[in-house]
C-alpha cells in the first residue's frame, strides 16, 4: 500500500481545510494506506528563506539546515504527496509556498538530471471560496494549474500530478442549519482526490 504525505496547511485546527485534511487521513488509512500528516501551522514550519537554505548553483550537494533535511526526507520516503490548502489571493498560502522555496531545493527536487522526486504522486486540493463558473472566466483556474502542476510538480520531475479545486467553500453567509450539508458535500468532493488516484 502506499505511503502518503499528506500536506495541509491552515492557521485554524477548526477550519475546513482541517476538516478536509482529517477526512482524507481516515479515507486512506480506511484503505490500508500509511499516512504522514505535515501539518505547516502546527509544526511551526518557518516559511522564510535564509542564507543557510538558499540554493548554492555552484554546489547541488549543499547540506541544508537539519528542519529542511528532515521535511526533505518526509517528501523522499512518501509515493503519493497530497497538499491541502485554502485558495488565498488565487493562489496557495504563504506558508505553504515558504515550504516550497526552502524544502524543494536545488540539488533536491531539481537540478539534477535524473530527478529524486520522478515516480511519486502529487494531487493539489485547494479550497476555493469562489465559484468554479467565475475562476474560469477569469483564467485563474488554468493559472492556478500551471502555478503548482507544471510550475512545481512537473518541473520537480513528478508527472502524475493533478490540481483540483473544490469551489464555494465560504461558509459564512450560510444558515447555520444547513452548514452540515455545505461540508459534508465538500468532503465529498475533495474525496474525488483519492478516487483518481487509483
Given amino acids: 500500500m502506499p505511503h502518503t504525505l499528506l500536506v495541509t496547511t491552515h492557521p485554524r485546527p477548526d477550519s475546513l481545510t482541517a476538516q478536509t485534511s482529517a477526512h482524507l487521513h481516515a479515507r486512506i488509512k480506511d ?18 528563506l535564509t542564507p543557510v537554505d538558499e540554493p548554492d548553483w555552484a554546489d547541488r550537494e549543499k547540506r541544508y539546515s537539519p528542519e529542511v533535511r ?7 520516503a512518501a509515493d503519493d504527496i497530497i497538499v491541502v ?24 527536487a531539481y537540478g539534477r538530471s535524473r530527478p529524486r522526486l520522478a515516480g511519486k504522486r502529487m494531487r493539489w486540493l485547494g479550497l476555493a471560496g469562489g465559484s468554479s463558473a467565475d475562476y474560469h472566466e477569469a ?5 492556478i494549474d500551471t502555478q503548482l502542476r507544471v510550475g512545481i510538480s512537473e518541473f520537480c520531475g513528478i508527472t502524475d500530478a493533478e490540481v483540483h479545486l473544490v469551489h464555494d467553500t465560504e461558509l459564512s ?7 452540515p ?17 487509483d
Avoid: C
Fill in 31 to 48: 484503505g490500508g494506506g500509511t499516512v504522514d500528516v505535515l501539518d505547516l501551522y502546527a509544526e511551526e514550519f518557518d516559511p522564510r
Fill in 70 to 76: 528532515a521535511h526533505m526526507e518526509r517528501i523522499e
Fill in 85 to 108: 490548502f485554502p485558495v488565498w489571493w488565487f493562489g496557495p498560502p504563504a506558508v505553504l509556498k515558504g515550504w516550497i522555496e526552502r524544502v524543494w531545493n536545488y540539488g533536491f
Fill in 139 to 143: 483564467g485563474l483556474d488554468t493559472a
Fill in 173 to 179: 453567509g450560510i444558515p447555520e442549519a444547513s452548514r
Fill in 181 to 197: 450539508d455545505r461540508v459534508r458535500k465538500i468532503l465529498s468532493a475533495a474525496q474525488a482526490v483519492l478516487d483518481v488516484r
